[in-house]
């Protein structure tokens, strides 16, 4: 596993490259539109409802190709070398800005949103290939760094577009700017995509259905059937709902109701592009290199309060008509709004840098392009229903813009639980992540010797009560743990084991249907291909001794010889969790941020796994942990 900071990454040609190619795209697109609705809105000066017709249009006629194009897109990228079908899209880049540029310096609107579908399309085919390719060519353990970074990359790009567009509009010859402008950066980009290194293919036999309607089913079809796949596209999708709700809104909020001029807008928006920034590349950080899902609940209860609480720091601003950005940052008043909204994005980013990696790395690998253009299509749709629910609450309904922040706020705490309800892997590393970082400091090695597929039975000495979670936190795989009955039905854990879908044990004597039911359970998950884990044991040690291996991993591995992974917890005996000076519980917690450490060691083949050589395996492992 990587230990650098994700920003080496950048001195790598296999990130570089594409990294400068995706946030070119994502700049020209956004000078380009937003030059746009800016030569509209001052074409239509004095007519209010054409300028709003227009703009309406101009929105959608970008977001229908997500709809039309990005399930073909994902076929192609499946189907073809990546880095090359990105030299291809990029030149078809380049064209679209020439006929673009001709449009803007000719004033020919009609043609702009011809141009302005032309791009939509264009990035419709790019969002596959693009995302399809991180898992090519960076580790799993820079998944979620590359990730970061090219969250943040692409939110200040959004943000640059956007700002350069009303820069380049104060100049006489604004158009011819902007004109030149968006070719030279489409070449930029086209000349970036050339040092992209080479991606073969995910599924080179693959048949592309070019039908835009049967193919958007199909797609949306096989996402389907692994439900916590689709759930977790859903959860992103959910992202994009409340930055469109968030964003759209900026400049009716800065103008209208914080009574500001442009510059105002502007702070919003450079805020909140940079908080998702700040947050994107916090993930890392608070991931340990790994694809962490635990911090996808603390993202999403940071969005939910502090967008909560926009309503009520909205409530004690100090407002001035045509107020700059310098005159409202003077005021101590208006302080708490600007760090709502910079920790709303900081949290965003929190909340969406694990999911876009995970959706990366779930499913089959010769449809991971198909996956991401599920993505982009219920994206653009959420996208499409936010605008939509924006309509009816601010114009319908006629809510205040904070009073429409807060229904965001307070809907995202209601979808939030539903997705943690169906997906219960969020909620069960969040608590593993919790305990992990405020009571442990959990340092392994040999974690590697954890195979990446495959069944395997993992045997553990068994110290606490939290020795499954801490393991659970540790594998990069999720792990079926085999537990004592008693502890698997203990108060309020009982849930956290039940979401882990731990398989509860007892001895034949005490309940001999829970007993062969266990054992049934085993067979039926390693049969699957899962991790299984058991302590060998059979209960926890009451003076911090190892106590004698029972029978059971012979009974397991009888019927499904496959390889087993001794381990070893260690720093443990004294905890809160364990038995030490009396029973578990019943001490106060004395120790917090403590270091406990868990080595694995090399899989031993199943012939060779009787329980006594695992128990002396185990032992020699603590020796020599003992002496370290």
Request: hydrophobic share 50%; charged share 15%.
């Given at each position: 596993?990587?230990?650098?900071?994700?920003?080496s990454?950048?001195?790598?040609?296999?990130?570089?490259?594409?990294?400068?190619?995706?946030?070119?795209?994502?700049?020209?697109?956004?000078?380009?539109?937003?030059?746009?609705?800016?030569?509209?809105?001052?074409?239509?000066?004095?007519?209010?409802?054409?300028?709003?017709?227009?703009?309406?249009?101009?929105?959608?006629?970008?977001?229908?190709?997500?709809?039309?194009?990005?399930?073909?897109?994902?076929?192609?990228?499946?189907?073809?070398?990546?880095?090359?079908?990105i030299?291809?899209?990029k030149?078809?880049?380049?064209?679209?800005?020439?006929?673009?540029?001709?449009?803007?310096?000719?004033?020919?609107?009609n043609?702009?949103?011809?141009?302005?579908?032309?791009?939509?399309?264009?990035?419709?085919?790019?969002?596959?290939v693009?995302?399809?390719?991180?898992?090519?060519?960076?580790?799993?353990?820079?998944?979620?760094?590359?990730?970061?970074?090219?969250?943040?990359?692409?939110?200040?790009?959004?943000?640059?577009?956007?700002?350069?567009?009303?820069?380049?509009?104060?100049?006489?010859?604004?158009?011819?700017?902007?004109?030149?402008?968006?070719?030279?950066?489409?070449?930029?980009?086209?000349?970036?995509?050339r040092?992209?290194?080479?991606?073969?293919?995910?599924?080179?036999?693959?048949?592309?259905?070019?039908?835009?309607?049967?193919?958007?089913?199909k797609?949306?079809?096989d996402?389907?059937?692994?439900?916590?796949?689709f759930?977790?596209?859903?959860?992103?999708?959910?992202?994009?709902?409340?930055?469109?709700?968030?964003?759209?809104?900026?400049?009716?909020?800065?103008?209208?109701?914080?009574?500001?001029?442009?510059?105002?807008?502007?702070?919003?928006?450079?805020?909140?592009?940079?908080?998702?920034?700040?947050?994107?590349?916090l993930?890392?950080?608070?991931?340990?290199?790994?694809?962490?899902?635990?911090?996808?609940?603390?993202?999403?209860?940071?969005?939910?309060?502090?967008?909560?609480?926009?309503?009520?720091?909205?409530?004690?601003?100090?407002?001035?008509?045509?107020?700059?950005?310098?005159?409202?940052?003077?005021?101590?008043?208006?302080?708490?709004?600007?760090?709502?909204?910079?920790?709303?994005?900081?949290?965003?980013?929190?909340?969406?840098?694990?999911?876009?990696?995970?959706?990366?790395t779930?499913?089959?690998?010769?449809?991971?392009?198909?996956?991401?253009?599920?993505?982009?299509?219920?994206?653009?749709?959420?996208?499409?229903?936010?605008?939509v629910?924006?309509?009816?609450?601010?114009?319908?309904?006629?809510?205040?813009?904070?009073?429409?922040?807060?229904?965001?706020?307070?809907?995202?705490?209601?979808?939030?639980?539903?997705?943690?309800?169906?997906?219960?892997?969020?909620v069960?590393?969040?608590v593993?992540?919790?305990?992990?970082?405020?009571?442990?400091?959990?340092?392994?090695?040999?974690?590697?010797n954890?195979?990446?597929?495959?069944?395997?039975?993992?045997?553990c000495?068994?110290?606490?009560?939290?020795?499954?979670?801490?393991?659970a936190g540790?594998?990069?795989?999720?792990?079926?743990?085999?537990?004592?009955?008693?502890?698997?039905?203990?108060?309020?854990?009982?849930?956290?084991?039940?979401w882990?879908?731990?398989?509860?044990?007892?001895?034949?004597?005490?309940?001999?249907?829970?007993?062969?039911?266990?054992f049934?359970?085993?067979?039926?998950?390693?049969?699957?291909?899962?991790?299984?884990?058991?302590?060998?044991?059979?209960?926890?040690?009451?003076?911090?001794e190892?106590n004698?291996?029972?029978?059971?991993?012979?009974?397991?591995?009888a019927?499904?010889?496959?390889?087993?992974?001794?381990?070893?917890?260690t720093?443990?005996?004294?905890?809160?969790?364990?038995?030490?000076?009396?029973?578990a519980?019943t001490?106060?917690?004395?120790?917090?941020?403590?270091?406990?450490?868990?080595?694995?060691?090399?899989?031993i083949?199943a012939?060779?796994?009787?329980?006594?050589?695992?128990?002396?395996?185990?032992?020699?492992?603590?020796?020599?942990?003992?002496?370290?």
């Amino acid at each position: 596993m990587s230990s650098q900071s994700q920003f080496s990454l950048f001195s790598q040609r296999r990130f570089l490259p594409y990294f400068i190619t995706q946030a070119l795209g994502a700049f020209n697109d956004n000078l380009y539109k937003n030059a746009l609705i800016l030569f509209i809105a001052l074409m239509a000066i004095n007519d209010q409802a054409q300028s709003s017709l227009l703009t309406n249009i101009a929105a959608g006629l970008f977001i229908l190709p997500f709809f039309l194009f990005s399930s073909i897109g994902g076929q192609i990228a499946d189907k073809y070398e990546k880095s090359r079908l990105i030299r291809v899209i990029k030149l078809a880049e380049v064209a679209i800005m020439i006929l673009g540029a001709l449009a803007l310096v000719w004033e020919q609107t009609n043609l702009m949103l011809v141009v302005l579908f032309l791009m939509g399309t264009q990035s419709a085919f790019f969002g596959p290939v693009k995302f399809s390719l991180l898992p090519q060519q960076l580790d799993k353990s820079e998944l979620v760094g590359g990730n970061g970074l090219i969250e943040m990359g692409t939110f200040l790009a959004i943000l640059g577009g956007t700002i350069c567009a009303g820069l380049l509009f104060e100049f006489e010859k604004a158009l011819i700017i902007v004109a030149v402008a968006v070719i030279a950066f489409a070449l930029l980009g086209y000349l970036a995509s050339r040092s992209i290194p080479q991606a073969p293919a995910n599924d080179p036999t693959l048949t592309v259905n070019y039908n835009p309607f049967s193919s958007i089913k199909k797609t949306l079809g096989d996402v389907k059937k692994e439900r916590s796949l689709f759930l977790s596209i859903l959860a992103i999708s959910w992202f994009w709902f409340l930055g469109a709700g968030y964003l759209t809104q900026f400049p009716a909020f800065a103008l209208s109701e914080l009574g500001g001029n442009t510059q105002l807008v502007t702070l919003l928006l450079v805020i909140f592009s940079f908080g998702v920034g700040l947050g994107s590349i916090l993930c890392e950080r608070l991931s340990g290199h790994t694809i962490e899902l635990g911090i996808i609940p603390i993202g999403s209860i940071g969005m939910s309060v502090f967008g909560i609480d926009i309503y009520f720091a909205a409530q004690s601003l100090m407002v001035i008509d045509n107020m700059t950005a310098m005159e409202f940052v003077s005021h101590s008043e208006n302080y708490r709004l600007l760090a709502d909204l910079l920790l709303l994005a900081m949290f965003s980013g929190i909340y969406v840098v694990p999911l876009n990696a995970l959706i990366q790395t779930r499913g089959d690998d010769k449809q991971r392009a198909q996956i991401i253009a599920a993505n982009n299509v219920l994206n653009a749709l959420f996208m499409v229903l936010s605008a939509v629910t924006a309509i009816v609450l601010l114009s319908v309904l006629e809510l205040s813009i904070v009073e429409y922040f807060l229904v965001l706020g307070i809907a995202n705490l209601i979808v939030a639980g539903y997705i943690y309800w169906q997906v219960t892997e969020f909620v069960l590393r969040f608590v593993i992540w919790i305990i992990s970082h405020t009571m442990y400091r959990v340092k392994h090695r040999g974690i590697k010797n954890i195979p990446e597929q495959g069944a395997a039975v993992l045997v553990c000495n068994h110290v606490s009560f939290v020795d499954a979670l801490l393991i659970a936190g540790s594998s990069r795989r999720p792990v079926r743990f085999v537990m004592d009955k008693t502890i698997a039905n203990m108060p309020v854990m009982k849930y956290v084991f039940k979401w882990a879908k731990t398989i509860p044990i007892c001895s034949p004597k005490q309940d001999i249907d829970t007993y062969n039911r266990a054992f049934e359970q085993i067979k039926q998950e390693l049969d699957d291909g899962e991790l299984v884990c058991i302590f060998p044991e059979g209960r926890i040690t009451k003076d911090g001794e190892l106590n004698e291996f029972r029978g059971g991993i012979e009974k397991i591995l009888a019927t499904n010889p496959v390889p087993v992974i001794p381990m070893v917890l260690t720093g443990l005996w004294g905890s809160f969790f364990s038995h030490k000076d009396g029973h578990a519980f019943t001490t106060k917690p004395r120790r917090f941020w403590s270091r406990v450490g868990l080595v694995v060691d090399k899989p031993i083949a199943a012939q060779d796994a009787s329980a006594k050589h695992l128990q002396q395996v185990t032992q020699n492992l603590l020796d020599s942990e003992e002496k370290r």
